[in-house]
């Protein structure tokens, strides 16, 4: 239970540094274009992207250290020692299923052609004219 607590203190501290700069709502402020249906999927894909590349690296490597420093300190005891590979274990997993899941619906949306970008590798380069 202490795990968390750690986890939910270090999330107020790294969330903001990141947020900072997300630009997650890219339409409606001062010298941008007004807000249309099509910035509806914009901002979908910014929070998606802010969520895998901005968010998910520090709390995996954060949960990563937390999992090593349990199990160099967990000594003899076995129960401390499988708590420890288990929150590694979880951590590999979910990077695994993440970043997977963002390959398979590259290589679905490449290949059927539904992607229309300059780059195959840019789709979800979204713009709203």
């Given at each position: 239970m202490?795990?968390?607590?750690?986890?939910l203190a270090a999330s107020f501290?790294?969330?903001?540094?990141?947020?900072?700069?997300?630009?997650?709502?890219?339409c409606g402020g001062e010298g941008?274009?007004?807000c249309t249906?099509?910035?509806l999927?914009?901002?979908?894909?910014?929070?998606i992207k802010f969520l895998l590349i901005d968010l998910v690296?520090?709390?995996?490597?954060?949960?990563?250290?937390?999992?090593?420093?349990?199990?160099?300190?967990?000594?003899?005891?076995?129960?401390?020692?499988?708590?420890?590979m288990g929150i590694m274990k979880s951590v590999v997993i979910g990077l695994v299923i993440a970043y997977t899941?963002?390959?398979v619906v590259n290589?679905?949306?490449t290949t059927s052609g539904l992607a229309e970008s300059e780059s195959l590798l840019k789709w979800y380069d979204l713009r709203c004219e």
């Open positions: 202490k795990t968390g607590y750690f986890i501290l790294i969330f903001p540094v990141v947020a900072q700069g997300a630009g997650i709502v890219p941008e274009n007004p249906f099509c910035y999927f914009v901002l979908l894909n910014n929070i690296p520090p709390i995996a490597v954060l949960m990563l250290v937390v999992g090593g420093i349990m199990y160099f300190f967990g000594g003899p005891n076995p129960s401390a020692l499988n708590k420890a899941a963002w390959i290589t679905i949306l």
